[in-house]
């Protein structure tokens, strides 16, 4: 979880994460011998750690990878129709709706790839190219052969992750060079609604399940989102009502018992969440709420 006691930065980490730890079990991206260890690929994937800068107005999102992984070690399993239709990508006309798509399927792409799910995975990653290039981010995939890559190199987990990480370098470089914060923050916010949407649909609903824990700990990043999307909420038209649908997710996760008193905490780990089933299937319910509102462009 990231802590709310210290100032970060928001990485505008709107595509995938960057992979950036070093040690063994290495393999090749077999088209330009990029060399990929797997090991320090689940390492990254699964360190949510702060970081530190004197920005005091950034915040730190992570990317929609590192969240689907999150909730991969928690038992999230592919289920056919539970991620938003790739034939509608092509049904957002506007720079706002399309970022928000962005983000949709950009977290459609990670839930594919970590599930292995490999046409699925090469189908999100033409509509995240075809939104990005609506967007004018036209840079990220400036060749062919990234793209081509990606498909010889489905079946390989790690090469694969290996690519994504220059996707998410140059969406990162992108942002800031425009200085197109706002466009970040609402990408990530579909990522982020889309994440917790599958979530919450496909982890068991049940008192015993991890379900209530791992979308507690997003609460940190769910209010850094809020806070940077309220930064920007006077330049478009369509923040507030965004926001509101963001507050009323923040609303429910921080009913349920023990969420308070692990963001208080120094050692938020060893709080206890204790949501009911019907805490559960109400936030699961908000959050299709959210997603559909999103979605319909």
């Known amino acids: 979880m990231i802590s709310m006691k ?70 999230l399993k592919f289920v056919a129709g539970t991620a938003w239709d790739v034939k509608k990508q092509g049904d957002y006309s506007t720079s706002y709706s399309q970022s928000l798509a962005l983000g949709v399927y950009s977290s459609d792409l990670a839930y594919c790839v970590l599930n292995k799910e490999k046409q699925d995975a090469i189908n999100y990653m033409d509509a995240v190219k075809a939104l990005s290039d609506k967007l004018g981010m036209s840079t990220v995939f400036d060749s062919e052969t990234l793209l081509k890559r990606f498909q010889t190199n489905i079946g390989n987990e790690d090469s694969i992750m ?13 942002f800031s060079s425009n200085e197109r914060q706002m466009s970040a923050a609402i990408v990530f916010s579909g990522a982020w609604v889309e994440s917790m949407y599958i979530a919450s649909h496909v982890l068991p609903k049940t008192k015993d399940s991890k379900l209530a824990t791992q979308l507690a700990d997003q609460m940190g990043i769910l209010e850094n989102l809020i806070k940077e999307l309220t930064r920007h909420q006077s330049k478009d038209s369509n923040i507030p009502g965004l926001l509101t649908n963001l507050n009323s997710i923040h609303e429910i996760i921080a009913a349920i018992p023990g969420v308070k008193e692990m963001m208080e905490s120094d050692k938020p780990s060893e709080v206890k969440i204790e949501a009911s089933e019907q805490q559960l299937k109400d936030l699961a319910k908000k959050l299709e709420e959210v997603r559909t509102s999103i979605v319909k462009g």
């Open 162 to 174: 290996f690519i994504l990480s220059e996707i998410q370098s140059k969406s990162d470089e992108f």
């Open 6 to 75: 210290t100032g970060s930065i928001i990485t505008t980490a709107v595509l995938l994460t960057a992979l950036w730890s070093c040690g063994s079990d290495k393999t090749t991206d077999g088209n330009d011998g990029n060399t990929v260890d797997s090991t320090s690929i689940k390492d990254s994937l699964a360190n949510n750690d702060e970081v530190q800068q004197n920005d005091e107005t950034g915040y730190l999102l992570p990317s929609p990878l590192q969240i689907a992984y999150i909730f991969k070690k928690s038992g």
